[in-house]
């Protein structure tokens, strides 16, 4: 049987998950955006009742919780959003190795007015633990118009 290594990218569904989605699947199936029906209806419910649990969760508010179809928009969704909320553009700094998704969104803020600078990270022929950002190097990237950033801020890395 082969091990499989890439659950970041596709993980098995939890069973508990599966049952309690299954009559979502087959059912129960109505588009949550359409309520002028009962079956849209019943949907749109049961994604508020689960974005309100997801609040409970997290300790957020209802409209802090946005439901995405993957990775890939969510990532979208979160840096957009991040650079849509100042008046003017701003510093994004980001692993040169993150998901081509992350890379992809700084190309395109990049080419909207904000600087993206993509942190060169310690490769196994250089001193320190392969895969970090050096320190120093993230320090002098970091400026007062960074408004998002990867890694942690200056003073509050471990």
């Known amino acids: 049987m082969p091990i499989y290594l890439d659950n ?49 969760a997290v300790g957020a508010d209802l409209r802090e919780i946005v439901f995405t179809s993957g990775a890939t928009e969510a990532i979208n969704l979160a840096l957009q959003g991040a650079a849509a909320r100042r008046d003017r553009p701003g510093s994004i700094l980001a692993p040169a190795t993150e998901h081509p998704a992350v890379l992809d969104t700084l190309d395109h803020l990049g080419r909207r007015g904000h600087r993206c600078t993509r942190l060169p990270v310690i490769g196994q022929s250089s001193p320190g633990v392969a895969g970090r950002i050096d320190p120093t190097v993230f320090d002098l990237a970091w400026d007062d118009d960074t408004f998002l950033a990867a890694p942690p801020p200056p003073g509050e890395r471990d």
């Open 8 to 56: 970041h990218a596709t993980t098995r569904l939890d069973p508990r998950v599966l049952e309690a989605m299954l009559p979502w699947f087959t059912e129960r199936y109505g588009n949550a955006g359409s309520a002028t029906h009962a079956m849209g209806r019943e949907s749109r419910d049961a994604v508020e009742e689960s974005r309100a649990r997801m609040a409970k």
